[in-house]
């Protein structure tokens, strides 16, 4: 299998400084991925224009680099402004004087409302799926996709957590995931149903795969590890198709299976009257979150669609979740 590990080497001014940043920021626990790497060398390269004879930065440099660009969403700004601001409080730890750009400057992130599907919805995404014939120019096509939607919405994964699975971090004997690429550089154990486990077991005879060698439980083509951005397009072509929402809307995200999951869980753990005290550290455990503040965001329900639930929360609610403080 090849490794598709990418190795980032870095000649800008920060270059001798770059990795210290990166070990820095595992270290403290969070997952530095790829996506962050490439930031960070392209704020390196983009002070190679300055001709920097030492390190260092200015208030100008920070604003020239967190400057708007035409075309460009807020959130794309919005990462330029963390990674500069982040990196110069880790250079100022070390002893050097640079400019910090001011948290309170950064664009407030927009809120979204997460899509919850609804149990027929979901049915008929896996109807969708399942309905694929073999074509040759990618003959797991119609295999992988019933299997990862599965998953995801029978536990909640992040689609990278999925994704990254190796098949000897998934269980067939004892039904149980081994998450090892979870976010914040967290690990977990997820149990599955019967029949996520089962189907598992005939995804893997399908897949002739040998459990116990290397390799991806969702391999690409060239045996590596299967990209989320297909995915995206993908899932958006089985949503349109299964009547969720018509062409040229943005509609639901990938996301929002995760965000299901743990609605559809608190419903039926509810509904089988566990009581909410209990139910919600459960959950926020098998989701990997650090905390019920974070599980929180996924139970915004609407009114209408899951009235059972809010009903049987209120009592509980007020006062479970206080207010996040951020802390830098």
Partial sequence: ?????????????FKDYCFNYVNYKKELGFNFGESSLYLLRYMDDYFKQYNLCSPVLTKKMVEDFVSYRSGESEKTQRLRMSIIRQFALFMNRTGFDFYVYPYELRPIAKTFTPYIFTHDEIERITTVVDHFTYIPQSKHYHLIYPMLFRMLYGCGLRINEALSLKKTEVDLSNGI?????????????????RSLTDYCKQFAENMSFDMVSEGYFYPSRDAGKYHRTPVYVKFKQFMRIAGIFPEGAVGPRVHDIRHTYAVHALEKMINDGQDVYCTLPILSTYLGHRGIESTEKYLRLTEEAYGNVIDTMVPFYTGVFPEVVRHE
Avoid: C, Q, W, Y
């Fill in 177 to 193: 995931l081994t998450i090892t690429k979870a976010k914040n550089g967290t690990s977990r154990l997820v149990p599955m149903s």
């Fill in 1 to 13: 299998m090849k490794n598709k590990e990418k190795h980032f080497v870095f000649t800008g001014p």
